[in-house]
Structures are given as C-alpha cells and as structure tokens.
C-alpha cells in the first residue's frame, strides 16, 4: 500500500477483471458523493440500471453499502432508496509513531475517524523493538473498541518520521532508528497479542507523506483564485475548487515535510522526497541528528522553537502551550523566536516553491497553532524570493493545515483507499 492514490493508475479493465473494475466503480461513486441512488449511479458511471443494480447488490451483500430510506426527484416515477457507505464492516488501522507520542485510529468505509488513541510518552531513550511493541499494545485496545462498533480493520498502515522503503526505517534521525524491519516488528507484536485472531497485512510510509494524504482527502483546502494560468501540467484544482497541489510541512520535533502536485504524492526515485527538514539553512550551524549541521529544523523544528523562547525543549505539547500563550501576551522572546523561524522557513520553502510551483503551503503539527506569529515573516521572505510574483502577504497561500487530517487518519484511510480500489479482494479475503 505505497501508492499515493490506488484510483490514479487504474489500467483499463478487460473482460475478465471487468465487473471487478465496475464493483469499485460504483463504489467508488457512493463514496464521493457521499450519498447517492442507483439510478444517480448510473447516470454518473455510464452504466445501465440493470447493471448497477446487480453490482450494488454484491456490494450490499459484501457489507460496504447500506441502504437509507427512499428519496423523490420530483419526477414520475418509483423512489429510489438511498445508498450510502456502511457504518459496520471494512474498516482501516492508522499507526502513528512519532517522537513524543503514539496516535492509533480507525477509519470507516466513509473516512469516519471511529476510534482515536493518543499516548504521550518518549520514544527517544526507547529501543525499536520496544517502541512498535507499545504501539501495537495501543493498536490492539483500538482494535477491540472497533470490534465493539461491527468494524474490522482489514489492514495496518505505520506512519513513521523518517526515510521510509521497503517496510523498513532506512533512518530516522530524531527517533535514532535505522534500518528497522518496523512492518514484521509491528505486525509479529500484534500477532502475538491477538492469538485468536487473523494477522492484519502490515504497510509503512512516512508520516509527513501520510499527513499531506489526509489533508488531500479530508481538508478544507480551498483556492483563493490561486491555479489560473496553472499551464497544461498537473492540476492546482479538483473541479470543487479544492487545492490538489501543495507543500505540507509537519512542525514537529523535527520537520517533515510531503509534496502533492495534481493530487499525486511527488515520491521521488527512491521514496524520500520532500525531507525539507533537512535542508541546510546555515553551512556551520548547530549540529543536526542526522550528522549535517545548520538543518531548518535546527531552528525551526519545535525543540528549537522552544529553547530559542527560553523554555524547556523537552517539555512538549506543554512548552508549545506555554510558547503559545507567551506570544499572545506579547512577550518579546517567545515574539522574536517564532520571527526567526518563521523567516528560515520562508527562505528554505521560496526555494521549493520556485522549484515545483505548488498552489499553496500548508503548515501542520505544532506550527498550526503558531501560525500568527510564524506566517508574517515567512509570507515576507516567500514574497520577496518566489520568482512568479504569484505570492503576497496575506494572499492565503500560506496556510495552516486543516484539523480535519493528521498522519494516523492518513495512514488508516490508505487501508480505505486500497479497499475502494478493489472490494472485491477484501471480500474475498474476509471469507477464506
């Protein structure tokens, strides 16, 4: 499951695969909407009727479609009866390991976030091992509250903030991992606290690259006249007006970063793109731990925020309380600290801008909260270096990140992503 978007690169269906194709069709069309009937359906895919009616039957049958009651178009004729995506059933287990916390959730067929479990505690001093056997402690307890709601995660999803390929962590500086196995770790310590139960396939994927996913699909990331004169490459806009290509940067302990372009996660030749973390804003600056030295999250990154303010760089979501709360009271080290980085930010995301041209920059994890007093001196430096003339201060580029989306709902509405791609193998599965 490492495809930003399994409908993207769909091939075309032959004879043999074709009710497959047309099952997640249809699927696929209830979901969008939200709601629709079969008639709506078919007018929407193309199909006959008869067609859609017997494959939102299996559908129906299979357990990701329920029926709601009849609805009136006004003209003769039946009603058509409702169909929207089950409540029950199918659903997606997002794992999110970050520095100082763990976040486990359930996504429904709809993108519901059913189950959350947030346990603050850090994973620095922690070996891997014991570090992904605590998360699948937290994914087990999330387990049974889904079983208590009918809803049975087919699939885990790991975000994790560091080089992630291979269903291993290549490195992960602030976490001190490399080279971890983090999928069979995760996936035999789950196993082994759920004997009586089938092993859930297990995926992997950078947390930053999950967030900016989520923030995709479950964001309110709207256009404010941005993407005119976008050109014939990929496009700023979906058709509802919503931004499908930006720059998402996670501020957390450290600062990851994912870059979407035309609704696609830009992954690079190897998986690692978007580590804007780790551009080097000053050559012989304080050394970072991934052995460079003057990275943007050296200044920028939430220990940095933090110890530049004059508080305690380990203390947290309660220093960035504090750090908040001491910026809005006006007090000129807190006020001085979030300038300069958010200065360094604008320097380092102008050049990314200048090199992808993206629609917009959204700021997520602990800068959502920071944005009023990062967002003018960043704006200022993207308005002064961005070559386009397209960005202003104030012009809405700059933005904080939806609240609607973080890594661990990425992670599991990928599980949901794949399930909509192909019901008919869950199914399949959820039967052997």
Known sequence: MNSSDPFATSPKADKATLRRHNLSLVLRTVH???????????????????????LVDQLLGDGYLTEWGKTFSGQAGRPGTVL??????????????????????VVDLAGTDRVRLVERLDNRAAAPTAVLTQAARIAARAL??????????????????????????????????????VEGVFAQALS????????????????????????????????DGAGKGAGKGASAHDGTGRVTSFIYLTGEIGIG?????????????HGFAGEIGHVVVEADGPECRCGARGCLEQYAGQAALLRAAGLDESSGAAGVAELESRARDGNKQALAALEDAGRRLGRVLSGAVNLIDPDAVLL??????????????????????????????????LRASSSSGDAARGAAARVIREVLADPAAYAERGTN
């Open 257 to 269: 970063g994912a870059l979407v372009l035309g609704g696609r996660l830009l992954r690079g030749a």
């Open 32 to 54: 969008d909407a939200g709601e629709a009937t079969r008639a709506a359906v078919a007018g929407r895919v193309g199909l006959t009727r008869a067609a859609v009616s017997s």
């Open 192 to 223: 082994a606290l759920r004997p009586a139960h089938r092993a859930l396939p297990v995926s992997a994927d950078n947390e930053a690259n999950l967030a900016a996913m989520a923030e995709l699909w479950f964001g309110d990331v709207v256009g």
């Open 84 to 105: 929207k995506m089950a409540r029950t059933g199918p659903a997606g287990l997002g794992v999110e390991i970050n520095i100082d916390y763990i976040t486990v959730c």
């Open 144 to 181: 049974e509250s889904a079983a208590e709601q009918e809803l049975r995660p087919v699939a885990a999803e790991l975000a994790l903030p560091g080089l992630v390929s291979g269903g291993a962590v290549r490195q992960a500086p602030n976490l001190g991992w490399n080279r971890v196995a």
């Open 364 to 397: 997520g994890g602990v800068f959502r909260g920071l944005m009023p007093w990062l967002a003018p001196a960043a704006d200022a430096e993207l308005t002064a270096r961005v070559v386009s003339g397209l960005w202003t201060p104030g012009n809405g580029r």
